[in-house]
């Protein structure tokens, strides 16, 4: 069974800085592309950034860009997401998910597996 | 405002059909696989259907996907109290260099 189980959300001031963490199991994480969504309070699901099993072929939304950086460490079957000076409109849960297939593949890519999620909340 | 146009509600009796839209455009909808998600309040969400008219493994054939052109419906059949949920149509924007969500619709089953 693929789980998917993200921490390091938290209270975070505006500018700041906070590490998301997904630790998955279940298949094999080195084999997998992987991706981050996000949700505001009471609205809708929001892309943030997917990439490819290697850790290349990277894509980010527009809104974070140059703020966030993901990364990942297979040895570790180990996701993460870096925000970097953070803005009001960055609260949110963040998902963690597995993509399909190893190389992001934009025409079919879709979003196999999600975890619970980690909440980011920025406010002074 | 979303890039791809879902409708914000939508409700049905249990036992009955309900189609669920989504209106987007060439560069998205159009041109590339769109796939759909469940979400209930409090968990995230599930995969529902992909590539399309694709179902996971354990989703029942009571849910299916179609696209024609710039939209893509999700059908569920035979509604039951359980289907009450968020649902979000998905896919590549091309032109955008960006995943795109839909809006989500919320589904009542009374």
């Known amino acids: 069974e693929v789980q998917l189980l993200e921490s390091g959300g938290n209270l975070v001031q505006p500018g700041g800085s906070l590490r998301l963490t997904c630790v998955a199991s279940?298949?094999?994480?080195?084999?997998?592309?992987m991706g981050w969504v996000r949700q505001a309070p009471g609205k809708g699901l929001e892309w943030v950034s997917v990439f490819s099993a290697g850790g290349g072929n990277v894509h980010y939304a527009d809104s974070v860009q140059g703020r966030f950086t993901i990364s990942r460490d297979n040895s570790q079957n180990t996701l993460y997401l870096q925000l970097n000076n953070v803005r009001d409109e960055d609260t949110a849960v963040y998902y963690c998910?597995?993509?399909?297939?190893?190389?992001?593949?934009?025409?079919?890519?879709?979003?196999?597996?999600w975890g619970q999620g980690t909440l980011v909340i920025v406010s002074s | 405002q979303s890039v791809l146009t879902q409708p914000p509600s939508m409700s049905a009796a249990p036992g009955q059909k309900v189609t669920i839209s989504c209106s987007g455009s060439?560069?998205?909808?159009?041109?590339?696989?769109v796939s759909w998600y469940q979400q209930f309040p409090g968990t995230g969400p599930k995969l529902l259907i992909y590539?399309?008219?694709k179902r996971p493994s354990g989703i029942p054939d009571r849910f299916s996907g179609s696209k024609s052109g710039t939209s893509a419906t999700l059908g569920i059949t035979g509604l039951q109290t359980g289907d009450e949920a968020d649902y979000y149509c998905g896919t590549w924007d091309t032109s955008l260099g960006a995943w795109v969500f839909g809006g989500g619709t919320r589904l009542t089953v009374l």
């Open positions: 998910t597995k993509a399909r297939g190893m190389v992001v593949l934009t025409a079919r890519l879709h979003f196999e597996s």
């Open positions: 279940g298949f094999s994480f080195s084999n997998s592309a």
């Open positions: 060439s560069s998205n909808v159009g041109y590339n696989l």
């Open positions: 590539e399309n008219s």
